[in-house]
């Protein structure tokens, strides 16, 4: 019998950083001084950091050599027009816009769509991609299928939209309807990918009704690798040719390259059409800067340029997936409740099943986060009620997650075997943590910066 052979992270590290170590008593001052929010603590009080993957990952030794080369010139740099060549090659769109990050590009596309008293229709959409519309008056609509809202369903594809809920929107909403977007992989539902079938079929209904197809494309990656094997008929192809087609069923795209750019900063806007382009770079000379820039340096222009040929590697994306599975798995021989099947970037815990005991409105979502601090240093972040709930409208969500988020390139195999022992550790007490109330909140986005307190549950 022939041993099966691991996979390896497929780079060499040349250079280290070391973790900050802490003591439980420093651990749990600290997360008061925090008001009982993980996004509040600062870098040097954490020593696995799992809050995002979005610019929190390494960058290659091609990566840095290409800064030291990146073109500051203000307006016309150099380094843009690579960037310009490399995205054009990979989307296909023509118009391709620079922002400092994902988020900018959503503000600046929507505003440009003019998405007041208009309807934003997606599989999901993301709490800052909500926001952007929501800000601007619009109406943000959530059209996942069904079985995204169950944890323990078995689906390859539970990224993908619901076709039928879908047409029905595109006939109530009519020409309220300023575009319908895709996200891939799908974040708020548990790093889920969408399926090529599931693209096609919503960019046909989209245009057979007139409306702009556009693609939330920070993970677009992981959602190709997913395609590949997961999806029939789609084993033989590259990554990299696969990604090309999911760009070619869109109109545009925006992008948090701080993902799958594999870059510290950075965000993309690219669109099809001239004129709508136009529009959208007037808005970005107000907010970001010059069009060939867009907030940028020249050497961040230049790491993003190479991030994104670096992205599609095949032997990086089996790591890179793999390392997921690795964590997973662990997890799931402890019994422990997750959103199935795993993800792109993320393990998703079920918080809603790991303390049954915390109602949705105690965010039972907080708890787990709080537990994973004072158990070991790890920082996650809450997907459940804080992060979407209203106060006044919607208190609560469907899902209560925790996304434990694997940076890029960053932590090693020996960082896995760990996490998986702190959350065993915290599994192993599920039933002995407080739950939470708002003390402070923010009008929005509320999750970054609300300060709660602990409160004692019935028994």
Request: glycine residues 8%; charged residues 25%.
């Amino acid at each position: 019998m022939t041993e099966s052979i691991p996979i390896i992270e497929p780079f060499r590290i040349k250079m280290v950083e070391p973790l900050p170590r802490s003591t439980p008593e420093q651990r749990r001052e600290w997360l008061e001084q925090a008001h009982h929010n993980p996004f509040l603590l600062r870098g040097g009080q954490i020593t696995i950091d799992l809050l995002t993957d979005s610019g929190t990952g390494a960058m290659s030794a091609a990566q840095w050599a290409a800064m030291m080369t990146g073109d500051e010139t203000y307006a016309g740099s150099e380094s843009f027009f690579e960037l310009q060549r490399v995205v054009r090659e990979l989307t296909g769109l023509e118009q391709v816009i620079p922002t400092h990050q994902g988020r900018s590009a959503e503000h600046i596309l929507f505003a440009t769509l003019e998405v007041r008293d208009k309807v934003v229709l997606a599989n999901s959409h993301f709490d800052t991609t909500r926001a952007n519309v929501e800000v601007l008056g619009g109406l943000a609509l959530d059209l996942v299928a069904d079985i995204a809202r169950d944890p323990e369903a078995e689906h390859p594809f539970k990224g993908n939209i619901d076709l039928k809920k879908l047409e029905a929107a595109l006939e109530e909403y009519g020409e309220r309807v300023a575009l319908v977007l895709m996200t891939i992989t799908n974040n708020t539902g548990g790093g889920q990918p969408v399926s090529l079938e599931n693209l096609k079929a919503a960019a046909a209904l989209a245009h057979r009704y007139g409306k702009p197809f556009m693609l939330d494309a920070a993970r677009f990656a992981e959602n190709a690798w997913f395609i590949r094997m997961r999806e029939p008929g789609q084993s033989q192809r590259s990554p990299r040719s696969i990604a090309q087609e999911m760009f070619r069923l869109s109109d545009g795209m925006t992008m948090s390259a701080k993902k799958d750019g594999l870059v510290n900063i950075g965000g993309l806007l690219c669109l099809k059409d001239a004129e709508l382009a136009a529009k959208a770079r007037t808005l970005l000379i107000l907010t970001e800067g010059f069009p060939t820039y867009g907030g940028l340096a020249g050497r961040d222009l230049a790491a993003l340029a190479v991030g994104l040929e670096e992205v599609l590697d095949e032997a990086y994306l089996r790591y890179r997936i793999a390392s997921i599975r690795y964590f997973f798995e662990l997890l799931d021989q402890a019994g422990v409740p997750m959103m199935r099947p795993y993800g792109g970037h993320a393990v998703y815990l079920d918080a809603a099943r790991f303390h049954p005991h915390v109602p949705p409105e105690k965010f039972p979502g907080v708890s787990l986060c709080n537990q994973l601090y004072l158990e070991g240093g790890v920082r996650a972040v809450e997907i459940g009620s804080l992060m979407f709930g209203k106060p006044g409208e919607r208190e609560t969500t469907d899902l209560e997650l925790v996304r434990m988020t694997f940076p890029r390139r960053t932590y090693t195999q020996s960082h896995v075997d760990y996490l998986a022992a702190i959350v065993r550790r915290v599994f192993a007490r599920r039933s002995e943590v407080p739950g939470y109330r708002i003390c402070w909140q923010a009008p929005v986005l509320r999750a970054f910066t609300a300060q709660l307190e602990p409160v004692t549950l019935p028994s």
